[in-house]
């Protein structure tokens, strides 16, 4: 069996009127986050992790921010794509190992409902979908609760 593991990371900023989306769901907040898409930086960690582990760019260069099509797009429907995209080159998502850094919200209580969320969008099992989340401590843009920045660790397989 031939295995492949990628990594993603991906930061967008806090803003006012915006809609916080982490992980594909929805979460009550004084900001959200600023993109041309949802901005669902966790979502979009995993797909450049995805892409990088099947040697296939990133997602700038699938999902560009300069589409129409892809303006306010539900990120969820990018992660669908970038399982498909991956197949297409014989792919398979083995498991995903993800960290959100955030102040606020506490994500805690969260996580179970993304992990089922991201689950359910790659057609995978819960359990192979682990999600942690952290602090700065305060310090830097995280810190300040100007931004929020994901990180996350893929292992796709060989169909």
Same mark, same amino acid.
């Given at each position: 069996m031939k295995i492949r593991v990628g990594f993603g990371f991906d930061v967008h900023q806090l803003v006012e009127g915006r809609d916080l989306w982490l992980g594909g769901i929805k979460l009550e907040h004084t900001k959200g986050l600023l993109g041309h898409s949802d901005a669902d930086v966790l979502i979009h960690a995993i797909c450049d992790a995805l892409l990088g582990a099947a040697n296939?760019?990133?997602?700038?260069?699938?999902?560009?921010? =300069?589409?129409?099509?892809?303006?306010?797009?539900?990120?969820?429907?990018?992660?669908?794509?970038?399982?498909?995209?991956?197949?297409?080159?014989?792919?398979?998502?083995?498991?995903?190992?993800?960290?959100?850094?955030?102040?606020?919200?506490?994500?805690?209580?969260?996580?179970?409902?993304?992990?089922?969320?991201?689950?359910?969008?790659?057609?995978?099992?819960?359990?192979?979908?682990?999600?942690?989340?952290? =602090?700065?401590?305060?310090?830097?843009?995280?810190?300040?609760?100007e931004g929020i920045s994901a990180y996350a660790t893929v292992l796709i397989e060989a169909k």
């Open positions: 296939m760019r990133d997602i700038g260069y699938h999902f560009p921010d =300069t589409g129409s099509e892809f303006k306010n797009i539900d990120s969820k429907i990018l992660l669908r794509r970038t399982v498909e995209i991956i197949a297409s080159k014989g792919y398979s998502v083995g498991n995903i190992d993800a960290t959100i850094c955030a102040e606020r919200p506490k994500l805690k209580m969260h996580i179970p409902d993304m992990q089922q969320c991201l689950a359910d969008c790659m057609d995978i099992d819960a359990d192979d979908v682990s999600i942690k989340a952290t =602090t700065t401590e305060k310090l830097g843009f995280t810190g300040r609760e």
